[in-house]
C-alpha cells in the first residue's frame, strides 16, 4: 500500500455543505470524490473530468409529449427529394466557406 499522507484546509461551511449533497447525489463521499479528483488530475495531467447533476430532468412521459409535439410539427412539412436534400446541404456548405474566407 502506498505511503499515505494528510493534507488539511479550511473552506467556507457552505461550499462544503453543498459539495457534500451533491457528492452524495453521485453516490459517494467526499474523501472519494477528492480521491477521484487527484487521480483523474494526474492521469490527464490537468484539471479533471466534468461531474454534474443535470439542471433540470425530465420524465419519461414528458419526453414521450415532447417527441409527439415535433412529430405533429413536421407532418405539416412538404416531403424533400434526396436530390433536394443534397442540394439543401451544398448551397449550406457554400454559404458557410464563404462565410469563412
Given at each position: 500500500m502506498?505511503?499515505?499522507?494528510?493534507?488539511?484546509?479550511?473552506?467556507?461551511?457552505?461550499?462544503?455543505?453543498?459539495?457534500?449533497?451533491?457528492?452524495?447525489?453521485?453516490?459517494?463521499?467526499?474523501?472519494?470524490?477528492?480521491?477521484?479528483?487527484m487521480?483523474?488530475?494526474?492521469?490527464?495531467?490537468?484539471?479533471?473530468?466534468?461531474?454534474?447533476?443535470p439542471?433540470?430532468?425530465?420524465?419519461?412521459?414528458?419526453?414521450?409529449?415532447?417527441?409527439?409535439?415535433?412529430?405533429?410539427?413536421?407532418?405539416?412539412?412538404?416531403?424533400?427529394?434526396?436530390?433536394?436534400?443534397?442540394?439543401?446541404?451544398?448551397?449550406?456548405?457554400?454559404a458557410?466557406?464563404?462565410r469563412?474566407?
Open positions: 502506498a505511503q499515505q499522507v494528510l493534507h488539511q484546509f479550511r473552506w467556507d461551511k457552505q461550499l462544503r455543505e453543498d459539495c457534500v449533497a451533491i457528492y452524495s447525489a453521485l453516490g459517494m463521499d467526499l474523501n472519494t470524490a477528492f480521491r477521484m479528483f487521480e483523474r488530475t494526474r492521469a490527464v495531467r490537468g484539471l479533471p473530468f466534468p461531474a454534474v447533476l439542471e433540470r430532468t425530465i420524465s419519461s412521459r414528458e419526453a414521450l409529449e415532447v417527441f409527439q409535439k415535433m412529430r405533429e410539427e413536421a407532418a405539416d412539412l412538404p416531403e424533400m427529394t434526396l436530390d433536394e436534400i443534397n442540394e439543401e446541404i451544398r448551397q449550406a456548405r457554400a458557410r466557406k464563404a469563412a474566407e
